[in-house]
T-cell receptor
Framework: AQKVTQAQTEISVVEKEDVTLDCVYETRDTTYYLFWYKQPPSGELVFLIRRNSFDEQNEISGRYSWNFQKSTSSFNFTITASQVVDSAVYFC??????????????FGQGTILTVHP | KAGVTQTPRYLIKTRGQQVTLSCSPI?????VSWYQQTPGQGLQFLFEYFSETQRNKGNFPGRFSGRQFSNSRSEMNVSTLELGDSALYLC????????????FGPGTRLTVT
């Protein structure tokens, strides 16, 4: 069975600090997708990024960057120069490709990020 | 394009009652998945519907059921509500089963008293 672990339950930083959210996953499948979602207090899960298991290129989008390393089964997320609006719960998730796994995201427990002004 | 919509947004029910939640996917999306979010168990997959058929199911009791209509709208039903069913129920839509994208709605917060 697959599993996603987010080691940090809560992180508190001051505005403009950089912060990295860790995500480690377990699966025996070779084809899979990894996601990061943001959940603000309103409750909706906001899609941030999706990577497939064959694409280990790191990605940067504005202040966000992601580091995918298959060798360590990690998919870490960094926010540079954090802002108060980044305060939310962040989820890492795994989706296996095909078969009986369609539509079935496995989520980590989430990391509560609080950015103080 | 409008996003995923879920109704109602908030619901209070009494133990033993049944409840129906509704999800309208993004226009053109044909796959709908449902998730339950609780403080103790986190986000857990309930089931996935595609072409009006349940294609995948999580580890939930038979009290949890759903259906999908020809316009891809989906409903989930929980019968004989228990206190532990209090949760945020999230619906996600995807263009097809193999697109591996999931866009979430705002959720329905169900409170069972």
């Amino acid at each position: 069975a697959q599993k996603v672990t987010q080691a940090q339950t809560e992180i508190s930083v001051v505005e403009k600090e950089d912060v990295t959210l860790d995500c480690v996953y377990e699966t025996r499948d070779t084809t899979y997708y990894l996601f990061w979602y943001k959940q603000p207090p309103s409750g909706e899960l906001v899609f941030l990024i999706r990577r497939n298991s064959f694409d280990e290129q790191n990605e940067i989008s504005g202040r966000y960057s992601w580091n995918f390393q298959k060798s360590t089964s990690s998919f870490n997320f960094t926010i540079t120069a954090s802002q108060v609006v980044d305060s939310a719960v962040y989820f890492c998730a795994l989706l296996l490709a095909g078969g009986t796994s369609y539509g079935k995201l496995t989520f980590g427990q989430g990391t509560i990020l609080t950015v103080h002004p | 394009k409008a996003g995923v919509t879920q109704t109602p947004r908030y619901l209070i029910k009494t133990r033993g009652q049944q409840v129906t939640l509704s999800c309208s996917p993004i226009s053109g999306h044909r796959s709908v998945s449902w998730y339950q979010q609780t403080p103790g168990q986190g986000l857990q997959f309930l089931f996935e519907y595609f072409s009006e058929t349940q294609r995948n199911k999580g580890n939930f009791p038979g009290r949890f059921s759903g259906r999908q209509f020809s316009n891809s709208r989906s409903e989930m039903n929980v019968s004989t509500l228990e206190l532990g069913d209090s949760a945020l129920y999230l619906c996600a839509s995807s263009p097809t089963r193999s697109s591996y994208e999931q866009y979430f709605g705002p959720g329905t917060r169900l409170t069972v008293t």
